[in-house]
Structure formats: C-alpha cells, structure tokens
C-alpha cells in the first residue's frame, strides 16, 4: 500500500494490475469534500498516463447484476465509484497472455467508503447492485462501441465468481445471453 498525504491511498488487488484507491476525504459537520480525479495525481500515483475520454454514469435498483462486459476492439479502462448505495464491482483478465486470464477480483464499492475500482483495458466488467439504489459513475479510456461490445456469462462456472447474492439477480436480455470464457473472443 503507498499513502502519499494529501493524495490517494491505492491498495493491491489479487489481480496486480487492478486497483483499488481510496481518495483523501475531507469532512466536517458540514459534510465532506473529496478530489475524486486529478490527472497530476493520478498518474504520479499509479504510475499509469491514461487519456480519459468518456463518463457514464448508471442508476440500477436492488438485485441488479450489471455485465460483465468489455469491448474486444477499443478496450476500455475503467475506474469506477459510487455515488448513492453500494455495488460488488467484479473485473475478470481476459488477457490470453496474463498469467491472471480467467481470473477476476471483487470490491465492495460504497458511497461512504468512497473507494474507486481501477480496472484496466483487457477486462470485462460488471457489478451487482446491494443496496435498495446504486448510483455508480465511471471514466473510461475508450469511447463506448456497442458493434464492438461483447457480455461475459455472469455465471460461467469456469469463473466461479463469488456474487453476493441474496436472490436471482436482475438481468437484460444481453446479460442473459452473455457467453462463457470458454467461448468468448478474448484479447492476446
């Protein structure tokens, strides 16, 4: 772990390249005040110069399983926070060349813990919604290319992903209809 006063806490993942960070917080009786991206900071941080190019920003109800998706051309990065309620956020390496492909890592992402998910390009996304709302927004490296979007099976048992799930999740037609890794295009 490197803290840095004044700037960001990043924490190790099971999967090195994936980040978890945490942002100075500033608060008061009055409430709270957080630089949620500094570009000088980050990349003196992470290491990483990334051009962020885009910013979602979704709303998904309780039960809500989101993904898991990537883009098998114009791969994105993303790093990823909660504004309202709190998500299981879920990266899985879909780098053939990684010695983590097929591997993921889960973070539980919460407006009062106010951590951010750093999840490079090479990996397919999804998180599932634990509280009543989850407002989650999000950076990406790449613009969004739905004739290059490609859904991962949420429960492939080959990824075995641990979802804390407390009922069937809630899915689109697309997330149903994900495919396994072992079909799925993958990146070298």
Do not use: C
């Not at 990334?50 to 109800?61: E, G, I, L, M, W």
């Not at 899915?171 to 072992?182: F, M, N, P, V, Y």
């Amino acid at each position: 772990m490197t803290t840095v006063p004044g700037t960001l806490t990043i924490m190790a993942t099971p999967i090195p390249d994936v980040l978890l960070i945490e942002p100075r917080v500033f608060g008061d009786e009055r409430g709270f005040f957080l630089e949620s991206y500094n570009a000088k900071v980050w990349q003196a941080e992470t290491g990483l110069a990334v051009p962020f190019v885009q910013d979602n920003h979704s709303r998904s109800a309780r039960h809500v399983l989101r993904g898991l998706h990537y883009q098998i051309q114009q791969p994105q990065g993303k790093l990823i926070r909660v504004i309202l309620g709190s998500i299981f956020d879920v990266a899985v390496d879909l780098r053939r060349s990684s010695i983590t492909f097929g591997q993921w890592v889960g973070a539980t992402l919460t407006a009062d813990n106010k951590q951010q998910l750093w999840i490079p390009p090479g990996f397919a996304h999804g998180f599932l919604v634990l509280s009543d709302f989850a407002e989650v927004l999000y950076k990406t490296t790449e613009y969004y290319a739905p004739e290059h979007e490609r859904s991962l099976l949420w429960n492939d048992p080959d990824l075995a992903i641990d979802w804390p799930l407390e009922e069937d999740p809630i899915l689109s037609s697309k997330d149903r209809a994900g495919i396994s890794l072992q079909g799925a295009e993958v990146y070298p």
